[in-house]
């Protein structure tokens, strides 16, 4: 555990949140820290999956990075230019 500074307004938004989610001050940064921490790692997450994410990897043995990345299914593969496509990217270059 260790200390994180933070600006006072963040503080507040944090009491005001937590007061209003039940969740302690510490217990809702540590909330928000969990949401953007999963945002940033896999940005074609909506917040809806993101939180179902969460429930799951709690349901796993809780929230830890590894396990949190093994339950994510890998987006789709891109589809493939169509030949048209190609053809013209090739004549630009």
Excluded: Y
Aim: with cysteine; charged share 20%.
């Amino acid at each position: 555990m260790g200390i994180v500074k933070i600006s006072d307004l963040m503080h507040e938004n944090l009491r005001v949140a937590g007061n209003a989610l039940s969740r302690s001050i510490n217990a809702q940064a540590e909330h928000w820290m969990r949401i953007g921490m999963l945002a940033e790692l896999h940005p074609e997450l909506d917040h809806r999956e993101i939180c179902q994410l969460l429930i799951r990897a709690e349901q796993a043995g809780g929230f830890d990075l590894a396990t949190v990345s093994g339950l994510v299914e890998p987006p789709p593969p891109a589809p493939a230019a169509a030949p048209a496509a190609r053809k013209l990217a090739g004549a630009r270059a």
